[in-house]
């Protein structure tokens, strides 16, 4: 189905469109604006799987937080409620006195999410499954610095990581979102508690455990998030579960570690094979989260492995990366 032929059989084909800056998929978003001010988001995600979106939504709406409702749906398409343009960083960004407001609202979210038992149907982000998804790092971070791979190197440092997850956080309870972060919550001041958080972008949701979800949003690849901030994160979500702070703190350094190693490698990847330059200018912002990740006495036996195998980003690593991209 086209999406004229959805609009039109959702009665919205006569509605504005106002395309919408996308994330790094390839789904694309439009705003629809009808002549009597009602409004709708229309998803476009071809190579996705809207029914998993639509269900996850209904499954988050279900426990009272705030996911765009589903107003229609198709293979590849999704009418969406819109929930507006009051993101998180951009609030933060023009108030930055209401940062720590905004971030504490977003773990009453995720504290009423942990509470509830996992939709049925995900997949589990194990200490393995995390270790291993590590390996971007070394296929596309490294090679895209230094020409070479260097597989004994990404072997030793997955094998690390992996039993240092192992160590300080081996079970996997929880629905986390995976890109739980200011650029994809929303800023909703007329509703009530964790509601006032809008939730996007969760289709890639697994089950896993509840470090991670907190470590994406205090350890931000687009945004430096304030000391007082992160302190102030962090003792809300323990006191909103009952959690003890050492063992979340190592678990916030493995789960932390684990994402900011991907991370590298999929700045360097859109870079390369889809001529997106300024992930690039992302990357050494993710290098510090890393290291301060590594610096926990939890992550020991694996930052030597990482230190010795993956250059820093300094300004002609960056340079290399960026060299790499699509001439358009």
Not at 10 to 30: F, K, M, N
Not at 85 to 91: C, Q, T
Not at 222 to 251: C, H, K, N, W
Not at 266 to 295: C, E, N, Q, S
Request: glycine share 6%; hydrophobic share 40%.
């Amino acid at each position: 189905m086209t999406p004229d032929a959805f609009l039109a059989g959702a009665g919205w084909q006569h509605a504005a469109r106002e395309p919408i800056t996308g994330d790094a998929s390839t789904r694309r978003y439009t705003r629809l604006i009808r002549d009597d001010g009602a409004r709708r988001i229309l998803m476009e995600d071809p190579d996705g799987d809207v029914a998993l979106f639509s269900r996850l939504a209904r499954y988050l709406t279900g426990l009272g937080l705030s996911a765009p409702e589903i107003h229609a749906e198709a293979p590849g398409l999704l009418l969406l409620e819109d929930l507006g343009d009051a993101l998180f960083a951009r609030r933060a960004a023009d108030a930055p006195d209401q940062e720590t407001r905004l971030y504490e609202t977003a773990i009453d979210a995720l504290a009423l999410l942990h509470r509830a038992p996992p939709p049925d149907g995900l997949d589990h982000a194990t200490p393995a499954r995390l270790a291993q998804m590590t390996d971007l790092a070394f296929t596309h971070y490294l090679p895209g610095v230094t020409g070479q791979t260097d597989p004994v190197a990404e072997q030793d440092t997955v094998a690390a990581l992996s039993d240092a997850l192992m160590q300080v956080n081996p079970e996997t309870r929880v629905t986390i979102l995976r890109d739980f972060h200011a650029e994809n919550l929303i800023w909703l001041p007329e509703r009530d508690g964790a509601r006032r958080a809008g939730l996007l972008d969760f289709q890639d949701a697994m089950v896993g455990h509840p470090a991670y979800d907190v470590v994406s949003l205090i350890e931000d690849a687009r945004r430096d998030v304030s000391e007082e901030t992160r302190r102030a994160t962090i003792r809300r979500y323990l006191d909103r579960t009952g959690t003890g702070a050492a063992p979340f703190e190592a678990a916030l350094a493995a789960q932390g570690a684990a994402r900011n190693l991907r991370i590298l490698g999929v700045f360097a990847r859109l870079a390369a094979t889809r001529g997106k330059p300024h992930y690039v200018d992302l990357i050494p912002r993710v290098w510090r989260h890393l290291m301060r990740d590594l610096d926990h006495p939890a992550l020991s036996a694996v930052k030597p492995h990482v230190i010795r195998a993956l250059p820093e980003p300094t300004m002609p690593v960056l340079k290399r990366l960026k060299d790499r991209c699509p001439t358009p």
